[in-house]
């Protein structure tokens, strides 16, 4: 018997494939073979892959799915309404990223739905999964998109006039992959169906591995942000421009480079890291005329991650001066402190035999939303402790837990 969408009650899944199942299902998708791992950038063939999967995979389940004006994706169980109680994650991924950042809590939801149907579970509150679009950066260099445009937190004319590496704008992008970029920004409608949102994530760190845990609830997210330093030379012949005529930009960027792992080294508990440079034109026998360099800091006080970046741009500016060279900066994206909600937390954890909670360096979504909608957090022990990585991983039973474990939760919240 096939299921209607919308009625999510009617007609049995012919079967119930469990999460790890529905990760199998879709291991092909934008597999990176240079790289190694993943690379599922929004709007591209990959991630559309995924998204279809993903349509799919709902619709056959019964659920009704439709995408937001800012290419979120959602699947509801039963009728889309007010006060829902929302779960879900996204589908894309950094450049050669793991099989498990995002996806894990999409095929966990999905895996969910069904073994709440097989009980006959009636929910007293609209139940949804969310696809949010962007959340990684890993296209256009600004993480989660898709919930700061929904929840207005990000200018949508920003977003759009965003480029990747080939000169692509987000707004060509969208358009491409069959989206109105006339549409994109603020979702008051949408918004203000989410009454509680879980995202079920793998753990991005050795925390639960030191705790002899299967799963933790999250606490909050510490102040982080991308900073871009463009340092600006003379572009000149490698082999008949002598070595004290020239302007070189490369020299301040490498001496950036290794100031930043100095300055946070000397702070506690900082993170900051240089995964991404850029010199312009690129030539092996040219001699740069712009190197774009890409900082990535983080720390739990929102005052000491400013004041980390602003000792970095110092020794950034001398260098660049020593060289005769310029250096500009700036924020591609900052957020402070995001605290999930204590009282749901707390209710979660008692939920869940007084499971560990556990802080994160990690960005998600779910900490764009807990500024307008009470928003927690679950991770899934990750016994390698490494991400955006091939190497990222999630015991099966692992995953089968937290997988029961997100269905208590959502069984409590909606009933």
Do not use: C, I, S
């Given at each position: 018997m096939t299921a209607r969408a919308g009625d999510a009650g009617d007609g049995p899944v012919p079967s119930r494939p469990s999460a790890n199942d529905l990760l199998a299902e879709i291991d092909r998708v934008g597999a990176d073979r240079t790289r190694g791992g993943y690379s599922r950038h929004v709007f591209t063939t990959a991630e559309g892959e995924l998204r279809e999967w993903f349509r799919g995979a709902a619709r056959a389940r019964g659920l009704e799915v439709h995408s937001d004006r800012n290419a979120n994706v959602w699947a509801w169980f039963g009728r889309p309404g007010a006060d829902a109680v929302v779960t879900g994650s996204h589908l894309d991924s950094v450049p050669g990223g793991g099989a498990y950042d995002g996806p894990l809590g999409v095929v966990s939801a999905l895996a969910v739905f069904d073994l709440l149907r097989a009980e006959?579970?009636?929910?007293?509150?609209?139940?949804a999964i969310v696809v949010f679009a962007e959340e990684e950066g890993g296209r256009f260099g600004v993480p989660c998109l898709g919930s700061r445009l929904l929840?207005?937190?990000?200018?949508?004319?920003r977003v759009l006039a965003l480029r990747d590496s080939d000169g692509t704008t987000f707004a060509e992008a969208a358009r491409g992959a069959g989206q109105d970029p006339r549409h994109f920004g603020r979702d008051s409608e949408t918004l203000s169906r989410i009454g509680t949102f879980v995202e079920l994530h793998v753990e991005q760190g050795r925390g639960l591995v030191h705790l002899d845990a299967p799963l933790a609830v999250g606490s909050n997210i510490i102040p982080h942000g991308r900073w871009r330093f463009t340092f600006t030379g003379q572009g000149n012949h490698a082999g008949t421009t002598l070595m004290t005529d020239r302007h070189d930009p490369m020299l301040p960027a490498a001496r950036m480079i290794t100031a930043v792992r100095a300055a946070a080294a000397a702070v506690p508990d900082a993170r900051a890291t240089v995964g991404r440079l850029v010199p312009t034109p690129g030539g092996t026998n040219v001699i740069a005329s712009q190197v774009d360099v890409w900082l990535d800091a983080r720390l739990p006080e929102p005052g000491d991650v400013?004041?980390?970046?602003?000792e970095i741009t110092e020794q950034a500016r001398a260098a660049a001066e020593l060289e005769g060279c310029?250096?500009?900066v700036r924020e591609e994206s900052y957020e402070g402190t995001a605290a999930f909600d204590r009282a749901l937390r707390d209710r979660l954890r008692a939920l869940l035999g007084n499971a560990p909670v556990l802080p994160t360096g990690a960005g998600h979504d779910a900490a764009v939303l807990a500024d307008f909608v009470p928003t927690a957090m679950l991770y899934v022990r990750n016994p390698t402790g490494i991400s955006h990585a091939p190497q990222?991983?999630?015991?099966?039973?692992?995953i089968d837990h937290g997988t029961a474990e997100l269905a208590r939760v959502l069984r409590s919240l909606a009933g």
């Open positions: 006959g579970f009636v929910p007293r509150r609209p139940l929840t207005g937190t990000l200018a949508p004319e400013l004041a980390l970046v602003a310029t250096v500009a990222e991983f999630a015991e099966p039973a692992d």
